[in-house]
């Protein structure tokens, strides 16, 4: 098959088509005939050497892809060949196959195609895990999530406001700011031009965000527990700012926050197939709906995947961009 291959014979590692083995799949996987793959920001970080696969997991780049079962495992009773899926993986998703367990595979929803259903898993997956899984998000709280036009953003604007959260979002440009009002966020905040922790404190009558999405971290550490209410929580799951910060972790005691990160990688495929069950639940029929939609900035062909790298580095997109296998 093709695939996509890290390569080093220049100044840098980058990305081009290649040609590998098929996947071998166990009795509890299905393989995948990938049709499109989501570009994340941890592809990013694997391709320059800090974000390395788990022990076992595929070193193609890719964490999620929308395709057609072709082949299923000895053990498989919920699918069967031929039924489209789009699937969280830990690697693999920039090649024309790719081997999934099947407990980590959702239908692609009513009404997306391929490229749209590419673009829910990896931070699908993500959201529901932390805001409604771990920081136990519920309506009528106020969630401050950074990086609104991010993937994660855009999901995290859109799940919230459905459940009946008051969503206040960060961004860094004045036109970004309004992608985010348009995706339902009741206030955006441009960074550069404005305090996030007072814009977070008028917008709350002092309380502070119940809960906070941080992908920056660095010095938003300390700031977030500024912008935080009594008893918050506090989820960190991206270090865009570097993984170090000098805090003063008082505040942390004195409103008895609680402060979380995690990972989804490396996680076992039960509880991700157990996030998979939820949001096949609870979150599919709100997109099969019309109320909530991936939303892609641009598709690319797979032999593009560096340009599809260098639009994430120049973060200018607002949504997912995708690459078609």
Request: charged share 20%.
């Amino acid at each position: 098959m093709q695939a996509i291959e890290i390569r080093n014979d220049r100044e840098k590692p980058y990305l081009a088509l290649g040609e590998t083995a098929l996947p071998e799949f166990g009795p509890e996987d299905v393989l995948v005939r990938v049709r499109a793959s989501g570009v994340n920001r941890p592809d990013l970080m694997q391709v320059a050497g800090m974000y390395p696969p788990p022990a076992g997991a595929s070193s193609i780049v890719g964490l999620e892809l929308a395709g057609e079962i072709v082949a299923v495992g000895a053990d498989v009773t919920d699918w069967q060949i031929g039924d489209t899926v789009c699937a969280l993986v830990t690697g693999g998703g920039y090649a024309q196959y790719a081997a999934v367990p099947a407990a980590q595979c959702l239908p692609v929803p009513n009404g997306l195609s391929m490229v749209e259903a590419a673009g829910l898993p990896e931070t699908f997956f993500t959201v529901w895990h932390n805001l409604f899984d771990k920081a136990g998000l519920s309506a009528g709280e106020t969630l401050l999530v950074h990086g609104g036009t991010s993937g994660i953003g855009t999901t995290a604007i859109q799940l919230a406001k459905a459940f009946g959260v008051k969503v206040i979002t960060t961004a860094g440009t004045d036109e970004k700011c309004q992608a985010c009002r348009e995706l339902g966020a009741d206030i955006a905040i441009n960074y550069k031009t404005h305090d996030f922790v007072e814009e977070v404190k008028t917008a709350t009558d002092g309380k502070g965000a119940n809960v906070i999405l941080d992908m920056v971290a660095g010095d938003y550490v300390s700031r977030n527990f500024k912008a935080a209410s009594v008893e918050a929580r506090i989820l960190i799951i991206a270090f865009l700012n570097g993984p170090k910060a000098e805090t003063n972790f008082t505040p942390l005691l004195l409103k008895r926050l609680t402060l979380m990160g995690s990972t989804l990688r490396a996680q076992p495929v039960a509880n991700k197939g157990a996030i998979a069950q939820s949001l096949r639940e609870k979150v599919w029929p709100l997109i099969e709906s019309g109320k909530i939609a991936p939303v892609i900035y641009k598709t690319l062909p797979l032999c593009d995947a560096d340009d599809a790298h260098a639009i994430l580095k120049g973060g200018a997109h607002v949504g997912k961009v995708i690459l078609e296998v």
